[in-house]
C-alpha cells in the first residue's frame, strides 16, 4: 500500500501540520461556544442549528479528520516504541490506519445525518 | 603544604554473568583528597581492598571515553569527576544504563558502536578516493574558520556513551540510534566538505530513526565534553522535514602548488 510506504520524515510532516491545525480550528470551534452563554450553546436546538450551518459542518468534519490523523499516528508512534520486530510495526500501522478510518467514517456519518445534508 | 584527607565510603555495583552472580553493592571506605576524582577512588578500592574489581579506564583525563559510569544517579565520567564536587560522603557507582552489562562496572559498547558506524560517520567525498595510498596522492579541502564552526562542536564527541545511556527513548526502543549516533549524522551533514547527505538521511530516516527523539534532552545535560546532542538532533529534523535548508557549498580542493 503506497500510504504505508510512506517516509516517516513525510509521516511527521503531516503529523505536525494536522496538529496546528487542529489547535486552529478547536479554537474557532470554542469560540463558536462563546458568542453565548456556554450552557445556552449546548442547547438542543442551539446545537441542531449549528449542524444546518454548512460552514460550521465542515469546521467540525476538518477538525474530525485533522484530529484523527494527529491522534492515531500519535498512538502508532508510542506504540511502535513498545517491541521492536517487523509483524509488530506492520500490525500495529495497519490497525492505527484501519481505527483512523472507521472513527472519521463513522463521524461523517453522525456529521452528515445531524446537518440532513 | 599537606592536605587535608577525608574517608568516604564506595559502594560499587557487583556482578558477574558468566558466573551467574546475583547482583549487588560492595562497599569500600578510601581516604580521598580534595582533588581524588571517583576513577582514583575505585583505583585505590582495586588496589588495596579487592583487585577481582571490573572497572574501564584508559587516558585518566576525558579524552578516551572508557569509564563512563552511573555516579550517584547520574552518567558521568569517572576520571572527570571530583568526589569533592559530588558534596556526598557515599559514592554510589552502576554500571551505565541502557548497556548490556558484563561484569561489575563494565559494560557492552557493541550496539552503540554498531549504531554509530550505521551512521556513515565519515566524509562523503565523490571527489576524492578513500583509498589512497601514496602520500602525493593526499588532498586538502579548503574551509573557513566560519564553515568549521557549524560542525565543531558536535566533532568534540568522545563516544563514551553517557548521552545514550541518559536517552529515555534508547531505553524503551533497541533500534533507536541514539543521540551520539544522530549528532554525528549532524554533523557530517554540517561539514563542508561532506557530500553525502542524502545518504545519511535515508538511514536516519525511518520508523525507528531520528523521530522518535522526544527531546527529552538529558543526552545534552549529560555529556562531558560540552556537545548539545539534543541539538544537532533538532536541526538534523529541520532538514529532514524541510523547515530550514542545508544551503552548504561543498568545500574546493587545495591544489599541491597553494
Known amino acids: 500500500m503506497p500510504l504505508l510506504k510512506l517516509r516517516e520524515s513525510q509521516i511527521m510532516k503531516i503529523h505536525y501540520l494536522t496538529g496546528i491545525c487542529a489547535v486552529f480550528f478547536v479554537a474557532i470551534h470554542i469560540l463558536f461556544r462563546l458568542i453565548m452563554p456556554f450552557g445556552q450553546s449546548l442547547e438542543f436546538h442551539n446545537v441542531v442549528a449549528n449542524y444546518h450551518n454548512i460552514y460550521y459542518v465542515i469546521l467540525l468534519e476538518l477538525i474530525l479528520v485533522f484530529i484523527s490523523i494527529h491522534g492515531f499516528n500519535g498512538l502508532r508512534i508510542i506504540l511502535l516504541e513498545l517491541k521492536q520486530n517487523q509483524w509488530w510495526e506492520s500490525t500495529i500501522t495497519i490497525l492505527v490506519l484501519a481505527a483512523m478510518i472507521g472513527v472519521i467514517a463513522y463521524g461523517t456519518r453522525t456529521i452528515i445525518i445531524g446537518s440532513q445534508l | 603544604m599537606s592536605e587535608e584527607t577525608n574517608k568516604i565510603k564506595l559502594k560499587v555495583y557487583r ?30 578500592a582495586k588496589s588495596y581492598s579487592d583487585s577481582s574489581l571490573g572497572i574501564r579506564y584508559s587516558c585518566r583525563m576525558a579524552s578516551c571515553g572508557s569509564c563512563g559510569m552511573k555516579i550517584n544517579g547520574r552518567p558521568r565520567l569517572a576520571c572527570y569527576t571530583k568526589i569533592s564536587e559530588l558534596n556526598d560522603q557515599t559514592i554510589v557507582c552502576d554500571p551505565l544504563p541502557n548497556f548490556p552489562r558484563i561484569r561489575d562496572l563494565v559494560t557492552d559498547f557493541t550496539e552503540f558502536f554498531a549504531h554509530h558506524k550505521k551512521i556513515e560517520p565519515y566524509i562523503h ?5 578513500i583509498d589512497v595510498v601514496k602520500k602525493d596522492d593526499l588532498v586538502e579541502f579548503k574551509q573557513t574558520p566560519e564553515d568549521v564552526d557549524k560542525y565543531l562542536q558536535f566533532s568534540y564527541c568522545i563516544k563514551c556513551g553517557l548521552c545514550y545511556s541518559a536517552c529515555p527513548t534508547v ?49 545534552s545535560n549529560v555529556c562531558p565534553k560540552g556537545v548539545d546532542p539534543a541539538l544537532g538532533i533538532q536541526l538534523l529534523k529541520g532538514h529532514l522535514i524541510g523547515i530550514t535548508k542545508n544551503d552548504k557549498k561543498i568545500a574546493t580542493l587545495r591544489s599541491k602548488e597553494e
Open chain 2, 171 to 219: 531505553a524503551t526502543d533497541t533500534k533507536f540510534p541514539g543521540p551520539q549516533a544522530l549528532s554525528q549524522a549532524y554533523r557530517y551533514t554540517a561539514d563542508n566538505r561532506d557530500s553525502g547527505e542524502s545518504t545519511r538521511f535515508n538511514i536516519v530516516d525511518e520508523r525507528h530513526g531520528i523521530w522518535r527523539c522526544h527531546f527529552a534532552g538529558s543526552c
Open chain 2, 15 to 44: 556482578t558477574n554473568y558468566n558466573k551467574e552472580e546475583s547482583p549487588h553493592y560492595d562497599e569500600f571506605d578510601v581516604s580521598v583528597k580534595r582533588w581524588t576524582t571517583v576513577l582514583d577512588a575505585l583505583l585505590d
Open chain 2, 125 to 129: 567525498n565523490e571527489k576524492v578516493s
